[in-house]
């Protein structure tokens, strides 16, 4: 567990631009979200030993002190960030990869099945990712989105349902550009 929180700390430092000093970790331990990264970790590690008391107390605290609900069976790989933790909720079977990103009042997952998300994953403010869809590697999911549909590797996707609009940064075609992007 220690290792793995230790990542998640290195990554969030990373994204923030500090440098990988035991400071810049001590620092991004202060910063919104990252109590709640550490009682998700602390949460799951009870879980998987087979510590149920711990583990809903963690669960609970999660809960009150982090304004999030993430399910002790969901399986989150190393360097997890969550910015502002308000509101995001996360069921107990979803699966993601290394490196995922999470803003505040992010749901994965819903009662009909969850997704799995891989590697390099970020999910803006608001966003929903919900259903039994799969996200592929390098994905980046757009404030308030509603993802319904499998997500290829390098998409960018926004809008209520979400649409692709870029792979790997490149313009997909036939989609028009909104006013609330650069013109094509």
């Known amino acids: 567990m220690l290792e793995t929180v230790r ?3 290195r990554r969030k430092a990373e994204l923030l631009g500090l440098p990988p000093t035991l400071g810049s970790y001590v620092r991004v331990c202060g910063s919104e979200g990252s109590l709640t990264q ?3 970790r602390a949460t799951h590690y009870c879980h998987a030993r087979g510590l149920r008391l711990p583990g809903l107390v963690l669960y609970r605290v999660t809960s009150l002190v982090g ?3 993430v399910g002790r069976g969901a399986q989150l790989g190393p360097g997890l960030v969550i910015f502002h933790s308000n509101g995001i909720t996360i069921n107990s079977q979803v699966r993601a990869g290394k490196n995922l990103t999470l803003q505040h009042e992010v ?3 819903y009662a009909d099945g969850s997704p799995v998300l891989g590697d390099n994953v970020f999910v803006g403010a608001g966003a929903k990712v919900i259903g039994p869809v799969r ?6 999911i ?3 989105a509603v993802v319904t549909r499998d997500l290829p590797d390098g998409a960018t996707a926004v809008g209520v349902p ?3 609009v870029r792979i790997y940064g490149k313009r997909v075609p036939g989609v028009a550009a909104s006013r609330d992007h650069e013109p094509a």
Do not use: F, P, S, Y
């Not at 996200?135 to 980046?140: A, F, K, P």
């Open 162 to 164: 979400a649409r692709v």
């Open 38 to 40: 550490i009682l998700v």
């Open 142 to 144: 757009g404030a308030n």
């Open 67 to 69: 304004q999030a609900v």
């Open 135 to 140: 996200i592929g590697n390098d994905v980046r």
């Open 7 to 9: 990542e998640d700390l």
């Open 107 to 109: 749901t994965l997952g």
